[in-house]
């Protein structure tokens, strides 16, 4: 029985009625949040905010807007703040009304789950092994041409790889072309040193049809909060806002938007080379053994096991052992010896080794 009832990592209540693991004791890899926590100072801001609770949050988020334009040298009409990525996808479907809805699996479910409970038909198509998990070009440019609306991941979860610079700007120019617009997942983007991303942010007004949809929750480490943006045309993002419910994004939230954004360029910088090193290992280790990985760039592995483990009999073996990883044998293209690890700090990893060792060599 999947421990995902949700369709997602992180749900240590589950797991914890499960395995008989306390809440608090648990070492998460099934959510993909930053090792090193929230920026410095971040909960003392947080605790000095309490009293404010008794105000309702601007519903215009104005002081994030301004500060992530400036960010992201942007017009602040380009911009929709939400209460995480998963609204914004959810504002893209209602504001824009698509009637088919293209997905490249596998990829992050509430692409297709979303599209669904707003009524649209989702049209899958599906990236190769040989590509590690991306789809062709000209299939998700044939995806494009065939949809009103198309949901790519970059770098995609859960597999981690990027679509290259052309790739995207063909898929862009597809989506003028047919009239459809093309949804980029940039969730995990900030993970990859910024001379790797590969995003269409300084094109973004070439392309109409464009919308990049960002976390500051995983990067940020407060998925308590629930954060993220849309950036796209401002007749798009006006459409978006347009089904936005009033004050779905609360004041701590925003205040955490705003510090965040502040933060010392070195808390970037650490968790950047934090999660390369850690990553580097964790494939090595994971390949001394027996298990497959692929070649992802953000704070995730997406690992296969040898036989005769799959996703379930492992993650059961760990959870009692108060390890938690994310099967990924539901995800459409994947195999049930699949699971994705996130990356976390040195401690983790290494606790994580020592128990994927005790249980495969037992």
């Given at each position: 029985m999947e421990l995902e009832i949700f369709g997602h990592g992180g749900d240590l209540v589950t797991a914890s009625v499960r395995y008989g693991v306390a809440a608090g004791e648990w070492t998460d890899f099934s959510a993909n949040i930053n090792p090193l926590g929230p920026p410095p100072g971040l909960l003392d801001a947080l605790r000095e905010a309490l009293p404010g609770i008794v105000r309702y949050p601007d519903p215009g988020h104005r002081g994030l807007v301004k500060q992530l334009a400036e960010h992201l040298q942007v017009e602040e009409e380009m911009l929709v703040i939400g209460n995480g990525a998963a609204e914004n996808m959810a504002l893209a479907l209602l504001g824009l009304t698509p009637e088919k809805v293209g997905v490249v699996e596998p990829c992050f479910s509430e692409y297709r789950t979303l599209s669904e409970q707003f009524g649209a038909q989702v049209q899958l198509v599906f990236g190769t092994e040989a590509r590690a998990f991306k789809a062709a070009p000209e299939v998700v440019e044939d995806l494009i041409r065939e949809t009103d609306l198309a949901f790519i991941g970059q770098p995609n979860n859960p597999n981690g790889v990027q679509y290259s610079l052309d790739e995207l700007r063909r898929f862009a120019a597809a989506g003028e072309r047919y009239g459809t617009y093309v949804v980029v997942d940039e969730a995990f983007i900030d993970f990859i040193p910024e001379p790797k991303r590969r995003t269409l942010l300084p094109e973004l007004r070439d392309y109409p049809h464009l919308i990049l949809i960002r976390s500051m929750t995983k990067f940020y480490a407060i998925p308590g909060l629930r954060l993220g943006y849309a950036i796209t045309h401002p007749e798009t993002a006006q459409r978006m806002r347009d089904k936005q419910v009033t004050w779905s994004v609360n004041s701590l939230a925003l205040l955490a938007g705003e510090y965040c954004l502040r933060a010392?360029?070195?808390?970037?910088?650490?968790?950047?080379?934090?999660?390369?090193r850690q990553r580097d290992l964790l494939m090595g280790e994971l390949t001394r053994l027996g298990c497959q990985t692929w070649p992802g760039e953000a704070n995730f592995l997406l690992v296969r096991l040898p036989e005769p483990w799959t996703a379930e009999?492992?993650?059961?073996?760990?959870?009692?052992?108060?390890?938690?990883?994310?099967?990924?044998?539901?995800?459409?293209g994947l195999t049930e010896r699949d699971i994705r690890l996130a990356v976390k700090d040195e401690p983790a990893c290494s606790k994580l080794l020592r128990e994927l060792e005790a249980i495969m060599r037992g």
């Amino acid at each position: 029985m999947e421990l995902e009832i949700f369709g997602h990592g992180g749900d240590l209540v589950t797991a914890s009625v499960r395995y008989g693991v306390a809440a608090g004791e648990w070492t998460d890899f099934s959510a993909n949040i930053n090792p090193l926590g929230p920026p410095p100072g971040l909960l003392d801001a947080l605790r000095e905010a309490l009293p404010g609770i008794v105000r309702y949050p601007d519903p215009g988020h104005r002081g994030l807007v301004k500060q992530l334009a400036e960010h992201l040298q942007v017009e602040e009409e380009m911009l929709v703040i939400g209460n995480g990525a998963a609204e914004n996808m959810a504002l893209a479907l209602l504001g824009l009304t698509p009637e088919k809805v293209g997905v490249v699996e596998p990829c992050f479910s509430e692409y297709r789950t979303l599209s669904e409970q707003f009524g649209a038909q989702v049209q899958l198509v599906f990236g190769t092994e040989a590509r590690a998990f991306k789809a062709a070009p000209e299939v998700v440019e044939d995806l494009i041409r065939e949809t009103d609306l198309a949901f790519i991941g970059q770098p995609n979860n859960p597999n981690g790889v990027q679509y290259s610079l052309d790739e995207l700007r063909r898929f862009a120019a597809a989506g003028e072309r047919y009239g459809t617009y093309v949804v980029v997942d940039e969730a995990f983007i900030d993970f990859i040193p910024e001379p790797k991303r590969r995003t269409l942010l300084p094109e973004l007004r070439d392309y109409p049809h464009l919308i990049l949809i960002r976390s500051m929750t995983k990067f940020y480490a407060i998925p308590g909060l629930r954060l993220g943006y849309a950036i796209t045309h401002p007749e798009t993002a006006q459409r978006m806002r347009d089904k936005q419910v009033t004050w779905s994004v609360n004041s701590l939230a925003l205040l955490a938007g705003e510090y965040c954004l502040r933060a010392d360029a070195s808390y970037e910088q650490a968790t950047i080379e934090l999660v390369k090193r850690q990553r580097d290992l964790l494939m090595g280790e994971l390949t001394r053994l027996g298990c497959q990985t692929w070649p992802g760039e953000a704070n995730f592995l997406l690992v296969r096991l040898p036989e005769p483990w799959t996703a379930e009999t492992m993650q059961t073996a760990l959870g009692r052992r108060g390890v938690l990883v994310r099967s990924c044998a539901m995800y459409p293209g994947l195999t049930e010896r699949d699971i994705r690890l996130a990356v976390k700090d040195e401690p983790a990893c290494s606790k994580l080794l020592r128990e994927l060792e005790a249980i495969m060599r037992g």
